[in-house]
């Protein structure tokens, strides 16, 4: 393959002194969980998203569980969410023993369609998970003023999407709740698995701490059921060198995308669909999304010429077989399902090379005009 999805080798380049420098410090120190690394990444990134707390977990998947339990969501509620997404967002439902439910999306942004909420909502609904996809953020003000109404509480699943804003609001500034996921490939990336809660709520954030840590307080005194998810010290350390780059590298990300819708739309205006940022978003890319027809073939055809692309998702989880009791069936979803046919993302990534995606466009164009 001559381009990847992802590069993250000249990142490292760029900044491993500073990263080897306070590994070193951290593994000298002999403080390796919940320490002062960990503390700082909490604080910065909890300013960062304009809310009062962070806490550190184990992974995006575990921010979601734990944020859930902390809001109070459990066995027997019914949370609503977009079924256009990763498996984490509704596994992480199911694994605090409520049912998801599954609205179709927005086919403009692929995010979960606020006016598809309400009908969703029964007695047992607690809460809303609105997943923030491709880095671009769910209409915050319609789902929060539904849950408002309804007195739901709403998740921000923000694992793509740190350092999005909605009218000049942060992830995290709407909802009860975001979480971040430091998984390698997000846009701030540990070398490792890492994540994050956010909140305002500070009986929520009081909870998600005991949670992380076996819902533990005072220690070895249980209470509530937790578990074992925090980010480590090394991992954290890492994400302290990278996370001062984190703007920088989003408005790469941008101009990266305005390129390529610029390049895209001046050949293909009319076969493709290029991604939309809606009117008041600050979209962070975290993926370069188009719709196509003839998906597949696209995708075989830029293989064979060396352009690696990726589904994200050729199966929603409506459909998922795990999730076959739920009693979805095909066609229930018709946008989701939709996009799950035409979605291809393309490259992305801020230190992508202008000829790289030259070549990219070169070969799409090529493919459509064979
Ligand atoms: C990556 C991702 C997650 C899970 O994060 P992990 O850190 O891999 O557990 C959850 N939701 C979405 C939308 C994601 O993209």
Redesign the pocket.
Known sequence: MKIQMLDLSEQYLSMKDEVIAKLDEVMSSSQFILGSNVKQLESDVAKYSNVAHGIGVG???DA?HIALQAAGVETGDEVITTAF??F??GGAIARAGATPVYVDIDPVTFNINPSKIEEAITEKTKAIIS?H?YGQMADMEAIKSIADKHNLVVIE?A??AIGAKQKGKSVGELGTAATY?F?PT?NLGAYG?G?MIVTDDSDLAEKASVIRVHGSKPKYYHHVLGYNSRLDELQAAILNVKFPHLDKWSNSRRERAAYYTEKLNEKLGDVIQTPVEKEGNHHVFHQYTLRVPDRDELQNYLKVQGVATMVYYPMPLHVQPVFKELGYKEGDLPETEKAAEEAISLPMYPELKRKDQDFVIEKIVEFYSN
């Open positions: 992974n995006g998947s979601i997404t990763f984490a967002t997943v996809l699943d694992a793509q996921s998984f997000k698995d994540g």
